[in-house]
């Protein structure tokens, strides 16, 4: 594994003269300086703010970068999946953005719909990279948004405005998928096999697995306090709906409480079995698409967050999975929706989601007819029509509710519990205190909040297909 020295010698002596050559030949280096960062936004990462002044054409310009390298020893590398996740994020910015960049180009249309979505990267790399060891590494070089007006939300409850937003690129970026694989089907065959799986079960030759532990850990403290509130949080005597919701609840229990890994792996596999009549939504996916991972612009200038939004700018694809576009949409509705208004958003936001969707894969198709007969046309736009993706969406939205099971006392948990689990995460992840601070942190208001999720899921029908 490469050490803090060896990535700053890095940075030093290769990328910040890689980053200016990207300004052109007139682009001249007059400084930089090199920062390391500390916070919680390095969970998995090593972090480092790059900056440099340049003098391009005898003007100056000063430009911020975020270097983003892998962190951990071997041993944490492997447990936590980071080989693959870290490889995948390059793949990401080296790949697919790129393909997209070439459809749009070649259907005559602005790339900005897909350079728009994600920060300006400088280098992109995987694999043995001279002068940081020798060991698989990671490279990610990318403009500092906050530099440009961009912020991150609140911690938890979005505004109508940013939820929208939210909608909108992430409705783009999949649609991109989509036309690819109509337009160019051997690109998007490529990038599909350049995809690395990142299965929830772990396979012949892992001895650990996170997601087993992180969602166990989640499913023990959600019995827990549904075992100790039962007769509070629910009149089976009285209400019909309580009953039938304290029915799915055991048949949770009793599928996937030993073994939840496994209903997340059936949701990430099964919805693009051809098999399923529906496989077709499945797509290139961000696979962690939150408030965390997405920066705001807003209509001010200082990106206060007190204006509109007007730009959405995602990163931290490390997640990245082909798989059904739920996965990135229940999530973020229930992370971020506020559980009193969640039942009019849910509808509300799903229609904005598919309207961009469904007007940026029409667009690359009209700008595509003369591959495509009107029946072809059509027959494609039909497919993907509203009704068709809200009852795709509905097979495998409590995704998102698992996630949140395990993931909503995390943002709700103090930043000195957060801290305390960050360490664990990367010292001990399967040890008792790990596991312990999982159940506790945030206490009774995450496990409340965990329960509203769980009533609304079985409200909308999610858990029917358990």
């Not at 940013?162 to 690109?187: D, F, I, N, S």
Request: glycine share 6%; with cysteine.
């Amino acid at each position: 594994m490469s050490t803090q020295q060896e990535q700053l010698t890095y940075i030093e002596k290769n990328l910040v003269f890689e980053i200016s050559k990207y300004f052109g030949k007139e682009a001249k280096l007059v400084s930089h300086r090199v920062e390391c960062s500390n916070g919680l936004d390095g969970f998995m990462s090593a972090l480092y703010n790059v900056e440099l002044e340049l003098e391009i054409s005898g003007e100056p310009r000063k430009e911020t970068v975020l270097v983003k390298f892998m962190k951990g020893n071997k041993a944490f590398r492997s447990s936590s999946k980071s080989y693959t996740q870290f490889a995948n994020e390059v793949f990401v910015y080296a790949e697919i953005i790129p393909a997209f960049e070439h459809l749009l180009r070649s259907s005559k249309l602005s790339t900005n719909l897909a350079v728009d979505m994600v920060p300006r990267c400088y280098r992109a790399e995987f694999g043995r990279i001279e002068g940081l060891g020798e060991d698989l590494e990671s490279v990610l070089a990318l403009k500092h948004l906050t530099t440009d007006g961009f912020s991150l939300g609140p911690r938890i409850v979005l505004r109508h405005d940013q939820l929208e937003a939210m909608c909108a690129v992430v409705g783009t970026y999949h649609a991109l998928g989509y036309a690819l694989r109509v337009v160019q089907p051997q690109v998007h065959e490529r990038l599909r096999a350049g995809v690395i799986p990142l299965p929830f079960v772990a396979d012949a030759t892992q001895t650990t697995n996170i997601y087993h532990v992180l969602y166990s850990a989640a499913m023990e403290r959600f019995y827990k306090f549904y075992d100790r509130k039962r007769q509070d949080l629910l009149k089976v005597d009285e209400l019909e709906q309580d009953r039938r919701f304290a029915g799915a609840l055991e048949l949770l229990r009793e599928k996937y409480f030993a073994h939840p890994v496994k209903l997340l792996e059936r949701i990430r596999t099964g919805s693009y079995d051809t098999a399923q009549t529906d496989s077709y939504f499945s797509t290139f996916l961000h696979g962690d698409f939150n408030r965390n991972n997405v920066l705001f612009h807003y209509s001010n200038s200082h990106g206060v967050g007190d204006g509109t939004v007007n730009g959405i700018k995602v990163i931290d694809f490390q997640e990245l999975r082909y798989s059904t576009p739920a996965i990135d949409l229940s999530f973020f509705m229930y992370m971020n929706t506020p559980p009193e208004d969640r039942d009019i958003l849910f509808a509300s936001l799903l229609r904005k989601y598919h309207k961009h969707m469904h007007e940026v894969l029409e667009l690359v198709l009209q700008r595509n007819r003369n591959t495509l007969s009107e029946a072809d046309l059509q027959g494609i736009l039909d497919n993907y029509s509203f009704e068709r993706f809200e009852a795709h969406f509905n097979r495998y939205a409590f995704y998102g509710a698992m996630v949140c099971m395990h993931f909503k006392p995390w943002l709700l948990g103090t930043e000195s519990d957060c801290e305390a689990l960050s360490k664990l995460f990367e010292s001990d992840m399967h040890g008792t205190a790990f596991w312990q601070l999982s159940l506790d942190i945030a206490g009774d208001k995450a496990n409340h909040e965990i329960f509203k999720i769980m009533r609304h899921a079985f409200k909308q029908g999610y858990m029917d297909a358990i």
